[in-house]
């Protein structure tokens, strides 16, 4: 006759339940302090609350796509469940002000209580001391969390695909588009990679740490990089500590990098990030006065990292609908650029609405004041006639993302295919305000693939900047030249002794 076993033999019979790992954890303490929250305030008065407030906009994408540097996203945490406390110092506005200076692209908060020693005041302290935008590090689970961010100045989220079903993932994303937030969804295998780009994450990141283990293993992002969607954005994420480091998984696809505990346990983080970048520059190339879809995509198949559209008069000018046309068409990594001369601030930006442009490069008599009310909504960079504008160019300093340093006509542009003493570039680079962030200094006028490498050494400039110089005919770009010019530019610039940190 069978009988059932005894309850104590079945108990031991059965698998032992698996421990919680340290994420169980987190996500466990994450849903409680969650349900005091909405306690406290409401989802519907949350919400109206976001909708409400006047937050200006940062795009936290659009700023990981400006290649001039390599983008990184520095991280403000105070401890980790791997490393426990890495910093007593905790000034947040002082740390975030140093990353900014240093040349970070964003910033990330952890604002996690019980393991990170975060806070969500963390986050609003962070965006309130710079101009970048700022993701929020956490354990998001609801979309509570999503307006919770949105409320306190974050311009976008972490949501772990991990943690999160596909519904909900799913939810997340569109949530954080109703916000205004950018999500950036963290993967750690090919099938989350993949639930990440069904839930429409624009934005993906790889953790080479497994959250379970905590291990960190720079070959999960070798091997997941190359598997992300062509049109999404990839973020490698830990175990990133020198440039030979950023180009590995820049090889491995990826266009932009997290990076925190080095940082944080350096002595200066400013100054941490500040020799990682110095280490892995790359000129910034841009190909200059395109009128045709060919010409644009020949230039990024040749190695430019930007390219120019003029919107002014010129042999070279073309129409928003002309670069509207193919300019999706287009690598999203290489900068699109817009040439104004005489155009209403209200007219640039249409154009650069209409034709997503990274950066509004502003010749002749605009005002610094007009400056400063463009870079609101577009970067702005500043044409400067050289040698005579550069004193006039340092108000433009505050707000500007970059100066072409050019010889220009009584019209103010330039495309004269005329030179300036370099040297006088090296002097305007020196006499740039050592507050705030690095800035984007090209050199042209007159340049040419032979004499590109002598301009750059003589300058000192971060890029080159070419039209004229490796055309056919005015408008009409000669691949050969344009593929010699970026060649020559990059070998020039990889020769060249890195430029030193800022100083404390």
């Given at each position: 006759?069978?009988?059932?076993?005894?309850?104590?033999?079945?108990?031991?019979?059965?698998?032992?339940?698996?421990?919680?790992?340290?994420?169980?954890?987190?996500?466990?303490?994450?849903?409680?302090?969650?349900?005091?929250?909405?306690?406290?305030?409401?989802?519907?008065?949350?919400?109206?609350?976001?909708?409400?407030?006047?937050?200006?906009?940062?795009?936290?994408?659009?700023?990981?796509?400006?290649?001039?540097?390599?983008?990184?996203?520095?991280?403000?945490?105070?401890?980790?469940?791997?490393?426990?406390?890495?910093?007593?110092?905790?000034?947040?506005?002082?740390?975030?002000?140093?990353?900014?200076?240093?040349?970070a692209t964003a910033l990330s908060v952890l604002t996690e209580e019980d393991h990170?020693?975060?806070?969500?005041?963390?986050?609003?302290?962070?965006?309130?001391?710079?101009?970048?935008?700022?993701?929020?590090?956490?354990?998001?689970?609801?979309?509570?969390?999503?307006?919770?961010?949105?409320?306190?100045?974050?311009?976008?989220?972490?949501?772990?695909?991990?943690?999160?079903?596909?519904?909900?993932?799913?939810?997340?994303?569109?949530?954080?588009?109703?916000?205004?937030?950018?999500?950036?969804?963290?993967?750690?295998?090919?099938?989350?990679?993949?639930?990440?780009?069904?839930?429409?994450?624009?934005?993906?990141?790889?953790?080479?740490?497994?959250?379970?283990?905590?291990?960190?293993?720079?070959?999960?992002?070798?091997?997941?990089?190359?598997?992300?969607?062509?049109?999404?954005?990839?973020?490698?994420?830990?175990?990133?500590?020198?440039?030979?480091?950023?180009?590995?998984?820049?090889?491995?696809?990826?266009?932009?990098?997290?990076?925190?505990?080095?940082?944080?346990?350096?002595?200066?983080?400013g100054r941490a990030l500040a020799e990682l970048l110095a280490g892995c520059a790359?000129?910034?190339?841009?190909?200059?006065?395109?009128?045709?879809?060919?010409?644009?995509?020949?230039?990024?198949?040749?190695?430019?990292?930007?390219?120019?559209?003029?919107?002014?008069?010129?042999?070279?000018?073309?129409?928003?609908?002309?670069?509207?046309?193919?300019?999706?068409?287009?690598?999203?990594?290489?900068?699109?650029?817009?040439?104004?001369?005489?155009?209403?601030?209200?007219?640039?930006?249409?154009?650069?609405?209409?034709?997503?442009?990274?950066?509004?490069?502003?010749?002749?008599?605009?005002?610094?004041?007009?400056?400063?009310?463009?870079?609101?909504?577009?970067?702005?960079?500043?044409?400067?006639?050289?040698?005579?504008?550069?004193?006039?160019?340092?108000?433009?300093?505050?707000?500007?993302?970059?100066?072409?340093?050019?010889?220009?006509?009584?019209?103010?542009?330039?495309?004269?295919?005329?030179?300036?003493?370099?040297?006088?570039?090296?002097?305007?680079?020196?006499?740039?305000?050592?507050?705030?962030?690095?800035?984007?200094?090209?050199?042209?006028?007159?340049?040419?693939?032979?004499?590109?490498?002598?301009?750059?050494?003589?300058?000192?400039?971060?890029?080159?900047?070419?039209?004229?110089?490796?055309?056919?005919?005015?408008?009409?770009?000669?691949?050969?030249?344009?593929?010699?010019?970026?060649?020559?530019?990059?070998?020039?610039?990889?020769?060249?002794?890195?430029?030193?940190?800022?100083?404390?």
């Amino acid at each position: 006759m069978l009988t059932e076993p005894s309850s104590a033999a079945a108990a031991c019979a059965a698998p032992a339940p698996a421990a919680p790992t340290i994420l169980d954890t987190i996500v466990q303490g994450k849903r409680r302090r969650l349900a005091q929250a909405e306690r406290l305030l409401p989802l519907a008065k949350l919400r109206s609350a976001v909708r409400d407030s006047r937050r200006e906009p940062r795009d936290f994408l659009a700023a990981l796509r400006n290649v001039h540097r390599p983008p990184v996203i520095a991280e403000l945490k105070r401890a980790s469940p791997s490393q426990g406390q890495m910093r007593s110092d905790f000034e947040v506005a002082a740390l975030a002000r140093a990353y900014e200076m240093a040349g970070a692209t964003a910033l990330s908060v952890l604002t996690e209580e019980d393991h990170f020693q975060g806070k969500l005041e963390y986050l609003t302290q962070a965006r309130a001391a710079t101009r970048l935008p700022v993701l929020r590090k956490d354990f998001i689970v609801s979309p509570y969390q999503v307006w919770e961010a949105a409320a306190a100045g974050a311009d976008a989220v972490l949501l772990i695909a991990a943690i999160l079903d596909d519904a909900k993932l799913a939810q997340l994303v569109r949530t954080a588009a109703r916000a205004g937030l950018t999500a950036l969804c963290e993967a750690h295998d090919l099938g989350e990679v993949e639930r990440a780009a069904r839930a429409g994450a624009e934005c993906i990141g790889v953790n080479n740490r497994n959250l379970r283990t905590l291990r960190v293993d720079l070959a999960t992002g070798e091997a997941l990089g190359p598997k992300l969607p062509p049109a999404v954005l990839g973020v490698a994420e830990s175990g990133l500590r020198s440039p030979a480091d950023l180009e590995r998984m820049a090889r491995a696809g990826f266009q932009a990098f997290l990076i925190g505990e080095p940082f944080m346990q350096a002595a200066d983080p400013g100054r941490a990030l500040a020799e990682l970048l110095a280490g892995c520059a790359v000129p910034l190339v841009k190909i200059c006065g395109l009128t045709s879809r060919g010409d644009a995509l020949q230039a990024c198949a040749a190695g430019a990292n930007a390219v120019g559209f003029v919107f002014a008069a010129s042999p070279r000018r073309v129409t928003a609908e002309q670069v509207r046309s193919f300019a999706h068409e287009l690598p999203a990594e290489v900068m699109r650029v817009g040439v104004f001369a005489g155009s209403s601030i209200a007219e640039i930006r249409m154009i650069a609405n209409a034709c997503g442009l990274h950066a509004a490069q502003l010749h002749g008599d605009y005002t610094p004041e007009e400056g400063r009310q463009l870079a609101a909504h577009v970067p702005v960079w500043r044409a400067v006639p050289m040698p005579q504008g550069a004193k006039a160019a340092l108000a433009w300093a505050p707000f500007t993302e970059g100066f072409v340093l050019d010889t220009a006509g009584p019209d103010g542009l330039g495309g004269r295919g005329m030179t300036f003493d370099w040297k006088a570039a090296h002097a305007f680079l020196e006499s740039l305000p050592a507050a705030g962030p690095p800035k984007t200094v090209l050199v042209a006028g007159g340049l040419t693939p032979q004499n590109v490498a002598e301009a750059l050494r003589a300058s000192g400039a971060g890029g080159a900047d070419v039209a004229t110089g490796v055309e056919a005919a005015p408008g009409r770009k000669n691949p050969e030249r344009v593929s010699a010019f970026c060649r020559a530019a990059r070998l020039a610039f990889r020769a060249r002794p890195a430029a030193a940190p800022p100083q404390p």
